[in-house]
């Protein structure tokens, strides 16, 4: 059996989907969706896809903090929470209000953990590929699936296995491809999946205006795959 995961899609319709059809491909029999559909990107489109489906999900820190309407003014004009709760439907709303916090997953080949941030702090503990996973030695699934940093890792530890799926719809750092997770319970391997989310990002900016700091990183992602096609 295979599953997939993806995670931190915040608006991004279109890497979303790409995500999926990827997620499909490679035969996945699961999909998990690790939070934060939202933030960032005012675009309610990924929550309305997820509500369509059998995917299921677990709640991000910015899912949560729409819901709270938590983020102060000046946050806001980042986040963009506010514009995107206005155009929820009450049930819409309440759909993502039934995610949980952290999703455990247990079967013949054991526990799966599904969380947004870490097993210590579901919805904003940070685990990049660097970090120390001493800490960590003590949780009780086989596996964890993690999003959040929008940078993904594959790594064992003390017997178990640490999977950062990254982000489908804003990554970060030096690799700006979009990514998702494949994982075979079978053969308890983990697949980083990177695929080109530049015309993604290309058709965000030409439809919204956002942030300096937002705008910054989409215009990065459109110009990443056409620099790497000028190097290769």
Request: proline share 3%; charged share 25%; net charge negative.
């Amino acid at each position: 059996m295979r599953i997939g995961i993806l995670s931190d899609a915040h608006g991004n319709v279109e890497g979303f989907e790409l995500a999926l059809q990827i997620l499909t491909d490679a035969r996945a029999d699961e999909i998990y969706f690790l939070g934060d559909a939202v933030g960032y990107i005012p675009d309610k489109g990924v929550v309305s896809a997820l509500r369509g489906s059998s995917i299921r999900c677990v709640r991000g820190n910015h899912d949560d903090m729409l819901l709270r309407q938590s983020a102060t003014d000046a946050k806001d004009l980042v986040y963009r929470h506010r514009e995107t709760f206005a155009a929820l439907s009450r049930d819409e709303r309440e759909f993502i209000g039934g995610w949980p916090t952290q999703l455990s997953v247990n079967g013949e080949h054991g526990t799966m953990l599904f969380v947004h941030g870490s097993p210590k702090d579901p919805l904003a503990g940070y685990v990049y590929p660097d970090s120390s996973l001493a800490d960590l030695s003590t949780v009780s699934a086989d596996v964890v699936f993690m999003g959040h940093t929008h940078h993904p890792f594959v790594r064992e530890h003390g017997g178990k296995l640490f999977v950062n799926v990254g982000s489908c719809g804003l990554p970060r750092g030096d690799d700006l491809r979009g990514s998702a997770c494949i994982y075979d319970l079978g053969e308890r391997s983990a697949k980083i999946i990177r695929f080109d989310i530049s015309g993604c990002c290309r058709r965000i900016l030409s439809r919204y205006s956002l942030s300096s700091t937002v705008t910054s990183l989409l215009e990065r992602c459109s110009n990443y795959q056409m620099r790497n096609d000028r190097e290769a």
